[in-house]
């Protein structure tokens, strides 16, 4: 048997190594897997992690599916920072989607340049406020916000479903579960004409930067990072903690919400039953795999949107089941932690209980 | 036409026939790279594993001259786009997208690839390079119905249904004018769920339309569910898109059977040949698209009716959508005698009187 010993200090290097560490692991695992299968090893890890960046429009989809990822990753970061356990940024970004996507619905005509901006803070509005939810349930209840904010994740589900197959449903569009289509107005600019490259793509990478400034150069930031490293030493420097969980919990709301509605009119135009494919639950993952960092966020994000990318190649390429993205971003997961516990602690082995007696 | 003796003959067929000079063509040239973007996992039965069947024929029939390549489990989103083109951008020439909700990223794909030919199932926009086929699945609808006019003691018949497209609407429609021929009484209860696949709510739906006195079942889901559960209370029920006798041996009376097969093997054909062109295709009975499992679980007489009105739909003596045809208010759709025409059968939003419940 073994035990786990603190080490007492936590090593600058292998706080970053870890992540690197934990990636290469997984893909030797995830190479092993392929191969147990019959694949060639080499070629399927190649294919899924390399090849998608050389595919045309490779670099184009990897942006459009880092965005979401990087733009909940940062809330997530600040959130997590503060022991506040936003686990529901899928509904967060559901109801951002439903407001944001509402909000161009109610303005089918309009051709004003302020749509665009009205309907971006529609969906943060939509995923503040669903957030908020579950900050007051905390802090009012002491309610655990890792459950409330998962359950919740599911009532926007079934609240998007309701909306689309019934009160929203389009009536031009022969029953078929779907909105009618946002205007082009509301669908906002792109970065290049006739894609789907939305200013989300722009925006996340900003909000990163920003919020790393935040958190390492103010003294909210400060706040956050001291509440979430030793809380009795915050509330003795008079630091609030219910103020830090509304605050953390309404900026990660927030920025999911921001980027449920750039995904609904940047590249869907409409709302449907669909509008994820779990990237709110894979934000989880790019948090801790950029170190709770914003700034490590951004390659975080953009690895795991290779994953997406991947599981559709490899399906083309190789004819394997895309049900590889999730066995790799939970391979992933499992070592990252694996490697930051060995991080905190030390193995130490001793005599199993028989050998005692 | 059972799905499987149907497949054997195109295999034993290909083998006499056709391979030899493909087999000579196919390794002079590379051969024809023909994607196809499925909705669900091929699994066991229905919608997807009927699409992968018929991709399996024409790999029988081509061999060596094509090259397939499926992509399973693609959501009617944006995702299906970028995988669209992922396809197209790899070299295939000829894709086929099998789920209405692929239309509008079928188009946009399509229009960034005008040397690609794409055959998109159910829907209706079409472009130069840009088909549309479908199954009349409604006239096996019609023939369920007869049985169901024959078999119901109470005449309320309950219908699982999916989402109010009009494909499933002509379904109900043409369910309960097919019961009505027989019984004139006949009413017809519904539950939407919202989902082609969702087997705990197809059978909570199922027990829920048996609870308000439905003793006959008919599905427009994809799963085994609705006949399981109607199997636990004793009802009978059909199956959807596959035979699935082998999951309600003793519940399924028959079930309809989707067969792409003669269609993927005529369109590759086209490509391989240089003929191909844009089409609308919306096949019945008589184009061999559409077959009904074997008729169990009913008296002789019963099996007999099913047989001799499958027949007449094929031959074309029944239009099945044929007036007088009155809505649930009582209004007048169709005059005595007149044939609905494939443009109003298309966009079918309203339900014949009989019908209890109201649409989305």
């Known amino acids: 048997m073994f035990s786990l010993q603190p080490r007492g200090y936590v090593s600058q290097f292998w706080s970053w190594g870890s992540p690197i560490l934990a990636l290469l692991l997984t893909a030797a695992i995830a190479g ?7 694949r060639p090893p080499l070629l399927t890890v190649y294919t899924f992690l390399i090849s998608p960046l050389f595919a045309p429009e490779g670099l184009a989809n990897l942006a459009i599916k880092a965005a979401p990822l990087i733009l909940m990753g940062v809330g997530l970061s600040l959130a997590y920072k503060a022991n506040v356990w936003n686990i529901g940024t899928e509904g967060q970004f559901t109801l951002g989607a439903i407001f944001g996507g509402g909000a161009a619905l109610a303005l089918p005509d309009a051709t004003s340049w302020a749509v665009f901006p009205a309907v971006l803070i529609a969906g943060i509005t939509g995923g503040m406020l669903y957030a908020l939810i579950v900050a007051w349930l905390r802090t009012a209840f002491n309610a655990n916000e890792i459950l409330t904010s998962l359950m919740l994740a599911y009532i926007a589900q079934y609240l998007l479903i309701y909306l689309v197959t ?3 449903r389009d009536p031009m569009g022969f029953g078929y579960p779907q909105t009618a289509m946002f205007s082009d107005t509301a669908d906002g600019p792109r970065v290049i004409e006739a894609t789907n490259l939305h200013f989300g793509i722009i925006a996340a990478p900003v909000i990163a930067i920003l919020a790393w400034w935040i958190l390492g150069k103010t003294s ?3 706040q956050l990072r001291v509440l979430g490293q030793a809380p009795r030493a915050a509330r003795f420097a008079g630091f609030s903690e219910n103020r830090l969980v509304w605050l953390s919990m309404a900026i990660s709301g927030g920025l ?6 750039f995904e609904v009119t940047g590249t869907q135009g409409q709302l449907t039953t669909t509008i994820s494919p779990g990237y709110g639950f894979t934000a989880i993952i790019v948090a801790f795999l950029g170190r709770l960092n914003p700034a490590g966020i951004i390659p975080a994000g953009l690895l795991l949107a290779l994953t997406y990318l991947g599981g559709d190649a490899a399906q083309i390429n190789l004819g394997m089941s ?5 066995i790799f971003q939970g391979i992933l997961l499992f070592c990252l932690l694996g490697a930051d516990v060995l991080i905190l602690y030390r193995i130490k082995w001793r005599k199993s209980a028989g050998a005692r007696a | 036409m059972q799905r499987r003796s149907f497949g054997q003959m195109i295999g034993a067929g290909a083998a006499i026939s056709a391979l030899p000079s493909l087999a000579r063509q196919a390794q002079a040239a590379d051969p024809l790279k023909v994607g196809f973007i499925y909705l669900g996992p091929v699994g066991d039965f229905g919608w997807t594993y009927q699409h992968d069947g018929a991709r399996k024929e024409a790999v029988a029939k081509y061999g060596d001259a094509i090259k397939t390549t499926i992509v399973e489990n693609v959501p009617e989103g944006p995702d299906s786009e970028k995988v669209i083109a992922d396809l197209a951008n790899s070299g295939h020439k000829l894709i086929f997208t099998t789920s209405f909700g ?7 794909v399509a229009k960034r690839f005008p040397g690609v030919f794409f055959e998109h199932a159910t829907g209706y926009k079409r472009a130069a390079n840009v088909s549309t086929y479908n199954i009349r699945f409604y006239q096996a609808r019609y023939v369920q119905g007869v049985i169901a006019g024959k078999l119901s ?5 309950g219908y699982v249904g999916s989402i109010p497209v009009p494909e499933v609407v002509q379904g109900m429609n043409a369910f309960l004018l097919g019961m009505q021929s027989i019984n004139p009484k006949a009413t017809l209860k519904f539950i939407m769920v919202n989902s082609w696949y969702d087997p705990p709510k197809e059978a909570d739906a199922t027990k829920a339309l048996i609870d308000q006195g439905c003793d006959i079942i008919t599905q427009h889901t994809d799963s085994p569910a609705p006949l399981q559960a109607a199997a636990s209370r004793g009802i009978k029920g059909f199956g959807q898109s596959t035979d699935m006798a082998k999951f309600a041996d003793t519940t399924q009376l028959t079930a309809s059977v989707d067969l792409w097969g003669p269609y993927y093997i005529k369109r590759i054909g086209d490509v391989l040949a240089g003929t191909w062109k844009s089409t609308d295709t919306w096949g019945g009975f008589d184009s061999g698209l559409l077959g009904m499992s074997p008729f169990t679980n009913m008296p002789a007489d019963v099996a007999a009716l099913a047989a001799s009105t499958e027949a007449d739909i094929k031959s074309g003596k029944n239009k099945v959508f044929v007036g007088p045809l009155v809505d649930q208010a009582g209004a007048s759709k169709l005059a005595a005698g ?3 025409d494939d443009g109003a059968l298309s966009g079918m939003q309203w339900l014949v009187q009989g019908i209890q419940g109201k649409l989305g």
């Open chain 1, 322 to 326: 895309n049900a590889i993205t999730g």
């Open chain 1, 220 to 222: 909210f930031g400060f």
């Open chain 1, 166 to 168: 019934g009160p929203w």
């Open chain 1, 256 to 261: 999911a919400g921001l980027a449920g509605v």
């Open chain 2, 153 to 157: 003691k109470s005449g309320v018949a």
């Open chain 2, 338 to 340: 007149a044939v609905m």
């Open chain 1, 32 to 38: 092993a897997i392929f191969a147990f299968m019959g």
């Open chain 2, 102 to 108: 692929y239309m509008n990223y079928t188009l946009n």
